[in-house]
Nanobody, 119 residues
Framework: QVQLVESGGGLVQPGGSLRLSCAASGSIFSINTMGWYRQAPGKERELVAVISSRGTINYADSVKGRFTISRDNAKNTVYLQMNSLKPEDTAVYYC?????????????WGQGAQVTVSS
């Protein structure tokens, strides 16, 4: 059983910053990917940023230069520093961890954290 607990969402004005955290617990394979996805009302869930246990990072084009993903492997925690926030960044942000072990895929999600960017 794997649990992901997110924190750090909230309301912020355009141009402001927020930091999301996600702590994973349970039976986690050491070689994994952790990341953030978001879903705005009426839209599909989309990738924001992912980071592998080796540090390989991918960002959505819409957040490059504004968001920074990082992780602490010792704490099984992933962070998302969001700067220069825009109203279009408003969404529920979901933490994810995934890995493949013995040819079987494992995929876990957090409960979501609301981020609202509004004046």
């Amino acid at each position: 059983q794997v649990q992901l607990v997110e924190s750090g969402g909230g309301l912020v004005q355009p141009g402001g910053s927020l930091r999301l955290s996600c702590a994973a617990s349970g039976s986690i394979f050491s070689i994994n990917t952790m990341g953030w996805y978001r879903q705005a009302p009426g839209k599909e869930r989309e990738l924001v940023a992912v980071i592998s246990s080796r540090g390989t990072i991918n960002y959505a084009d819409s957040v490059k230069g504004r968001f920074t993903i990082s992780r602490d492997n010792a704490k099984n925690t992933v962070y998302l520093q969001m700067n220069s926030l825009k109203p279009e960044d408003t969404a529920v942000y979901y933490c994810n961890t995934a890995w493949v072990y013995r040819n079987k895929g494992y995929d876990y999600w957090g409960q979501g954290a609301q981020v609202t960017v509004s004046s």
